[in-house]
């Protein structure tokens, strides 16, 4: 089914909403309820362009979780996103209940799905924060790296990303994955600034051809170094942005796994840094302004909901 599947292809569109949700017994309802609902009204949106793949995602937050679901088993790893302070970058921790994450070939799928949702929260749900991605050009994110080439693929990216038979604590919630979101944004005039040659070396990858930069002339504080760790996640990153005014140039990052320790490790190698205070070279051009954790239940839990 197009809802729920956190494995896929790296889509040309995709937008990432994230709503709170109003206090009280009415909302939390309203809320499960429409989680029933987004199957159906993905196959609506999707079903008039196939060929575009449309895709619906949702995720939610650890207290909506116990808003919903107060009497039932609860996903083992869910807990409000964790900030991580480093000595010169933090990873702030901001307010999310649903996340929906969208994805077609088409920019119009995603912002007509948008829409449906957004009209089927009115009145339960307000969005804090709203993002409209696009691919630019070879899967490149606005510093100009390609963006998801080491992701695991195949049964390593299920494997990675969604909890199976057996993932012992989640066994209630096989099927299901927790992802954690961050909205970047880039300061382009100091990345700019850099030769071609320090930007390769603050991501460890060259830049044209995308090659991974061997072990000596990889720094210990490049992006790549720090987060080639034992685990793996989904990463589904979109570039976007804006150009009015100062104009705003931004990486929001998405990454899903069965377990978010996984997600967690990396933050805190990226941003406290190995050894401590050795932080990601990409923090000094890059601020995440959002972060927020959610569980994404399985198609069979939402279908369970809709009867
Ligand atoms: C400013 C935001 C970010 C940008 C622009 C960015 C960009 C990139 C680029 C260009 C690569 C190299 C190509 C690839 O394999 O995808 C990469 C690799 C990677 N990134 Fe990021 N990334 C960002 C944030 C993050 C965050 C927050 C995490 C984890 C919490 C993360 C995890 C990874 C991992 C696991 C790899 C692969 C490392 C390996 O080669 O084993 N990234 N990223």
Not at 146 to 156: C, W
Not at 172 to 193: C, E, P, R, T
Not at 275 to 289: K, Q, W
Request: net charge negative; charged share 25%; proline share 5%.
């Amino acid at each position: 089914m197009p809802t729920q599947q956190v494995v896929s292809h790296p889509a040309n569109a995709a937008m990432f909403l994230v709503f709170t949700v109003d206090d009280g017994e009415d909302a939390a309802g309203a809320a499960r309820d429409f989680l029933g609902e987004l199957p159906g009204l993905t196959r609506s949106v999707g079903f008039r362009h196939p060929e575009a793949e449309l895709l619906s995602i949702v995720g939610i937050g650890s207290d909506l979780w116990d808003r919903m679901f107060p009497d039932q088993p609860r996903p083992a790893h869910l807990h409000p996103f964790v900030e991580v302070r480093g000595a010169t970058h933090t990873a702030v921790s901001t307010p999310g209940d649903l996340l929906i994450h969208l994805r077609a070939a088409r920019q119009d799928l995603c912002f007509e799905l948008a829409r449906v949702v957004t009209d089927a929260l009115r009145g339960t749900a307000t969005i804090v924060d709203e993002v409209h991605g696009f691919r630019y050009f070879d899967e490149r994110d606005l510093l100009g790296f390609v963006d998801g080439t080491e992701n695991p693929e195949g049964d390593d990216a299920l494997d990675a990303a969604v909890i199976a038979d057996g993932d012992g604590e989640d066994a209630s919630f096989v099927g299901g994955s927790y992802v954690i979101v961050q909205k970047y944004l880039h300061d382009m005039a100091a990345w700019n600034a850099l030769s071609t040659e320090e930007q390769e070396k603050a991501i460890g990858r060259t830049k044209l051809d995308d090659l991974e930069l061997d072990d000596e002339h990889k720094p210990s504080n490049s992006h790549v170094a720090l987060n080639d760790i034992d685990g793996d996640i989904i990463r589904e990153n979109m570039p976007f942005g804006s150009l009015s005014g100062d104009g705003e140039f931004g990486t929001y990052f998405i990454g899903y796994a069965k377990d978010p320790s996984v997600t967690e490790e990396m933050l805190r190698n990226m941003f406290i840094g190995v050894p401590e205070g050795n932080h990601d070279r990409i923090l000094d051009f890059s601020t995440a302004v959002t972060g927020s954790l959610f569980f994404v239940p399985s198609p069979a839990f939402l279908d369970g909901l809709g009867d």
